[in-house]
């Protein structure tokens, strides 16, 4: 920055005189440039603020050299003054401008276009050259190259300045190389390790079909530097700790032009075992006891990060009574003698803790109630930080908030902590409508309305607050239509019993060619945790179920129907739930079973009793989530009785279609009448197995097998005459929706369902 020289030197006041600075005015100011002019004397007048005639102050003058280097025009900026008369100073701001950029030149781009390489750099024509800038910008091209498939490519540059101008030339000199793809990873040194299992951990793949569209199979410098890496902390997490993995003793060979063989030499060293386990500074608990607490034990693979996990285990453990400071320090102390690692957890233990009160901020349209009922902790309980950790949970899965921060906050009364909770509100309502396309439905138009923390009694503030949930869809589409209203108060009584209820109507013509059928009816229904994660379901559901537009040609089993038929049932529910995710499920397990009783004491034109199981499994393949294997099984009998002679077709099972046998059309699987007409059967098993693998973040590709079968008696599981199909399909997402796309073959089937392969698409999930 330019220098600033004394204004004057100050007399001294006289004594009992009170100092007072003298005031200065601006005379003249002038711009001078040092170096070639290319830059408008109007741009420097512009950014400053001193003005002639004005008063000359010091600081007005820094903030003009500050506001004129902001710009970045300028190399170097220097404010001179010339004394007048002893009262004003004439300005002489000396300026020296930066080269400007005249134009930009690309030299041995013989496979690329410059104007493509444009788009990856932000030096441009007519700016200021800013050589730190232009070497970010080699870097963005070489980065580009290099996804592209060029990992041999070399960019430097140049820039030619013309000193009489001020305007200067960027050359990026490029060699480019030949294209290559990653046609294998190999590993030397890996003694003990499979190769499979590395190249999982890595993100550098060889070239498979689909990298055209991952954009993997290609030599990138920075994703192959986190890699290695990547290996490292695999191999440490085997208790490898010792593992030598030198980018200099990586190999690149390449037996064709394009072609690229990558090969990781690497040193293992020995695998460390967990020796003694000791704990210090522990008065509340033994040492017998902590180490039960402990998962690691003696004689163990040492993995870093299970230790670390014991550390916080530990920790929970005191927390759990309410010791909320007590802090734990792992120390490794190698042993000589038998070439283990010996553990000692420094334990610093902290004075018990109770609540005091519970400070809730950032609610500001959830009542507070909402949030209190979800706590396991109160006023007066002993601080656990378990219970709080549960507590937090519990909140994030009503999924009334984008973020929960459940934290102890200190007060001033001894042994006691506020339990503070910081929540950011999220979106709870939504209004959709548009327009959609499945291979049941053909084309269809729907809008939607749901408020999943609904409050009917407050309409200040827009129905919001309660924690209820209230949705209303409607739906047209070209061969079906539906209403649907529901409401649930999960907290009835504030009490965690839930009451809901609700009222729908749909029609649709796409269960058979021969009638059309129209359902309206109500369920209400209670539902209550009953024991850990398993919850409980009573309902009771009256439809009245119209056959209308019955062909002429239709079974004497199809016309007997035609008509009003009524159904009043009661059903139970068990439901456990363990998945971590509802949608891209990648662990845990949905298991449900259903009972459902209709006629006989209470009412309705049909009898009948139905048992259903329905399950599900996800496991994560090789340790990584972007591979998940699905496992679905389904089972299930219904029977009539009373004064039903048979059952009714429409509450008989049939598979096929989008969520049951993909290589079928909806409902073709299954017993028919004398004309080839299905109309269902009273048993049915089912069996899926998915394995899907990120392609892009959030496409997944899928193949599928689905077998299943549906026999005309109760009770009757025989497989005897099952059908089955494989395929393939996509799972992405569309409008916030997820999206199946599955293309299926059909394997073993009869003349009438097996009428070739079926396309399907269809939004939601499979279970």
Known sequence: MGSLPVLAQLQAPAIGQEATAPVFKVGSITVKFVGAANVNEQVVRANMQVREGGDLDDTMLDRDIRSLYRTGLFEFIEIKRESVDGKSFNLVVEVTPKFRVLAIKYEGNKRVKGTRLEKEIKTKPNTALDERQVKEDAEKIREYYQKAGYNQVSINYAVER????????VVFKIKEGNKVKISDVRFVGNANVKARALRGVMETKKWWMFSWLTGSGR???DEFDDDLEKLRDYYREKGYLDVEIAQENVRFDYPAPEKLVLTVNLTEGRQYRIGEISFKGNKLFTAALLKRVARQKSGLVFVPSKLDKDVERLEDFYGKDGYLDTRVRLTRKPNVNTGDIDIEYAINESEKFNVESIVIEGNAKTKSTVVVRELVLGPGDVFSTVLMKISKLRLENTRFFEDVNVTPQETNIPGRRNMRIALKEGRTGNLTFGAGFSSLERATIFAEISQSNFDIFNRRSLFQGDGQKFRLRMQLGSQSSEVVLSFEEPWLFQKQLALGFSIFRTSSDYNSTFYSQVETGAEIYLRKRLFELVEGKLSYTYQIIEIRDVSSSASNQIRSLEGKNTVSKVGFQLLRDTRDKIINTTSGNRVEINADIAGGPIGGSDNFYRFEFRGSQF??????QAQVLSLIARAGVVQNFGDSKVLPYYNAFYLGGPYTLRGYEFREVGPRDEF?????????????????????????????YDAGFVNKGAYDFNPASYNDN???GLRLFVAGAPLSLDFGIPITGTVQNKKGNQFNFSFGTRF
Not at 163 to 169: D, H, L, S
């Open 162 to 169: 013309d000193r009489a101008t001020g305007f200067g030339t």
């Open 219 to 221: 030599f990138k410098d």
């Open 619 to 624: 496991f994560p393949v090789f340790e990584t």
């Open 676 to 704: 080839g007409e299905p109309v269902g059967g009273k048993s049915y098993g089912f069996f899926s197995a998915e394995y899907s693998v990120d392609i892009v973040s959030p496409i997944r590709f899928a193949i599928f």
């Open 726 to 728: 494989f395929g393939f």
